[in-house]
């Protein structure tokens, strides 16, 4: 296909065109991508704030991990994800260290010789940011920015950082604030001493009335003013949150069975959808690309209705604030009747993808729900992989949302999972009840219908709550 002379042809323009149109327009991944970073075009300002509340400066950073357990090759995948989490927020990695022990150090996080080997890359690269593969605490913060004299950022940090990048919507932005202010509530710390000095005399500082009298420090206040606005945004959260329990509501009501996707980040969660239901949900090849949920109504190949939504992304070590700040939002899995369980065929370790979702889906207590293994990007992974992920997972489904392959077994998978109308009802219903009938189409399985000089005679299997309602038009 020929394309204007000023059309961008590179891999980042756009997707493939032969892929795009289940996908949708893709208008915001367009605008995410029309804001780049110009390198060399910033400034930087000294330190003038007395509370770290400086956005992160992730831009030329060197990565740091202690490995404690597992193989080399988990190591070395791990280290590969926080490569990406770190160019997903923006940064240029310019090197990676690991060290092995057996837990991480107190005081230091990677022991004092290691620290004086990171000092040195990060001299020698010319880096303004340490990343570590882990949560730090405060004292382990301070101590390795004052021995590297670079900003020093933990893997809780930067994925809070990513989040705060990709909300869009008020419900997200204000959990990943409310994530954001938990984390910092911990770590409060200021430059120079600065957070430590006291209030001094009633209005000294112009503090007043509410500064709880002489003798508090400046870190007490500021500690004080996030619980404030933690309280503020749980509240907001929760009056989301009934909304959302609302529409909840209304799908039970209707009988429409729900399907939640959930799955590693960066799975294909949201190009599955997009197949699925021509969502147009934004598809972009980064972690966390989506974090709002995105619930659509379609249906079997037998006419029954089902809602699909999409889920935010989960990752190895998912911040436990995360959890707590997004579990209104992760409750739609554990409420759905069926979780379709997306993985990454073609990543290097599928099963432990599987491992850490189900983790997380223990934390808001969805084990218990049915699942549906759907291992995706089938055109990226290699024959061998996909027949070991097969047999270990024989029920499971191959696909590839990039070019439809398995989308019809995928489909019939769905149906046969989704709960079956259970009740056989023989009836006429009025031509005025419009709605039953109606309903018998969305949420039954019709074995006969006519149109009678009484009404429409149905003979179909419907759910329990339908069957009373259409009991006074039984027929036979």
């Known amino acids: 296909m020929n394309r204007p002379d000023n059309e961008p042809t590179g891999p980042e323009a756009h997707l493939d065109d032969e892929f795009t149109d289940f996908d949708g327009d893709q208008e915001d991944l367009a605008a995410r991508r029309s804001l780049r970073r110009v390198s060399g075009m910033r400034t930087e300002l000294e330190d003038i704030s007395e509370v770290e509340y400086r956005q992160l400066r992730l831009e030329r950073v060197v990565l740091v991990s202690v490995w404690t357990s597992g193989s080399q ?16 927020a923006g940064s240029e990695v310019l090197e990676a260290l690991v060290q092995r022990r057996s837990s991480p150090d107190p005081a230091t996080y990677i022991g004092k010789g290691k620290v004086e080997e990171v ?21 382990q913060l301070r101590n390795l920015e004052d021995r590297l004299k670079v900003k020093v950022v933990d893997r809780t940090a930067l994925i809070l950082d990513i989040f705060a990048q990709h909300a869009k919507s008020a419900e997200g932005k204000a959990q990943v604030e409310l994530a954001q202010l938990q984390y910092l509530k911990q770590r409060l710390r200021g430059w120079g001493g600065n957070l430590s000095r006291q209030a001094g005399g009633r209005a000294a500082g112009g ?71 021509g969502a147009g949900v934004l598809v972009e090849n980064a972690l966390f690309a989506t974090l709002d949920p995105t619930t659509r109504r379609t249906q079997t190949s037998d006419g029954r209705e089902y809602t699909l939504t999409d889920t935010v992304g989960f990752v190895r070590h998912l911040p436990h604030d995360l959890v707590e700040a997004f579990r209104s939002t992760l409750e739609e899995s554990a409420q759905a009747d069926l979780l379709l369980h997306v993985v990454d065929a073609s990543d290097p370790d599928p099963e432990g993808q599987i491992t850490a979702v189900r983790q997380v889906l223990a934390e808001i207590e969805a084990l218990t729900v049915p699942e549906l293994i759907v291992f995706n990007k089938a055109d990226l992974a290699d024959r061998t992989t996909l027949l070991a992920l097969r047999a270990n997972h024989p029920e499971s489904i191959i696909v590839s949302a990039r070019t439809g392959e398995g989308i019809e077994e995928l489909a019939l998978a769905l149906a046969d999972a989704l709960p079956r109308p259970e009740v056989e009802v023989h009836v006429v219903v009025p031509y005025d009840r419009g709605d ?32 009373d309602e259409l009991a006074e038009f039984s027929h036979g």
């Open 207 to 277: 503090a007043g009335i509410g500064g709880r009298g002489p003798g508090e420090t400046k870190i007490e206040t500021d500690r004080r003013r996030i619980s404030h606005r933690i309280s503020l945004l749980r509240r907001r959260l929760k009056d989301m949150e009934s909304t959302r329990e609302g529409k909840r509501a209304e799908r039970h009501r209707n009988q429409v069975p729900s399907v939640a996707i959930v799955g590693y980040t960066n799975a294909g969660k949201s190009s599955l959808l997009n197949r699925l239901t």
């Open 119 to 139: 000092a040195e890359v990060v001299h020698a690269t010319g880096a303004d940011t340490v990343i570590c593969d882990g949560e730090l605490d405060a004292s």
């Open 73 to 88: 090759a988990d190591a070395d995948n791990a280290m590969a994800e926080l490569k990406l989490l770190a160019e997903t």
């Open 436 to 467: 039953l009938v109606d309903r018998i189409h969305r949420t039954g399985r019709i074995q006969e219908l006519a149109h009678t000089v009484d009404g429409t005679e149905v003979r179909a299997f419907v759910r329990p709550a339908l069957a």
